[in-house]
């Protein structure tokens, strides 16, 4: 299983990025995948997560702004964010559960997934 970030970048406050993580080795339609991201000196939280029906949450920090999105037939994950804000600066890592064997750790805890990507930067300045 291989999953690789993209679509980080410096970006004003108020504006968007759309981040993709593209996967190999993983059956999407059946898999849990979730994004987190970590701040400089913080623990490694997560954001947003999409189970094998298509249910989505998301973190307190986020919602409202970020979209979690899949593309099943090309194994893509899509993080839409929107109205960024300085504090949303950290690097953002997408993670796989595949078949969802470890949901029941707890969605948008690191502990759940067994597969991660490398990560991408995403800086948002004021």
């Known amino acids: 299983v291989q999953l690789v970030e993209s679509g980080g970048g410096s970006v004003q406050a108020g504006g968007s990025l759309r981040l993709s993580c593209a996967a190999s080795g993983v059956t999407f339609s059946g898999s849990c995948m979730s994004w987190f991201r970590q701040a400089p000196g913080q623990w490694r939280v997560g954001i947003a997560t999409l189970d094998d029906e298509g249910h989505t949450s998301y973190a307190d920090s986020v919602k409202g702004r970020f979209t979690i999105s899949k593309d099943n037939s090309n194994n893509i994950l899509y993080l839409q964010m929107d109205s960024l804000k300085p504090e949303d600066t950290a690097m953002y890592y997408c993670?796989?559960?595949?078949?969802?064997?470890?949901?029941?750790?707890?969605?948008?805890?690191?502990?759940?997934?067994?597969?991660w990507g490398q990560g991408t930067q995403v800086t948002v300045s004021s």
């Open positions: 993670a796989a559960d595949l078949r969802c064997s470890r949901r029941y750790l707890g969605a948008l805890t690191q502990l759940a997934y067994n597969y």
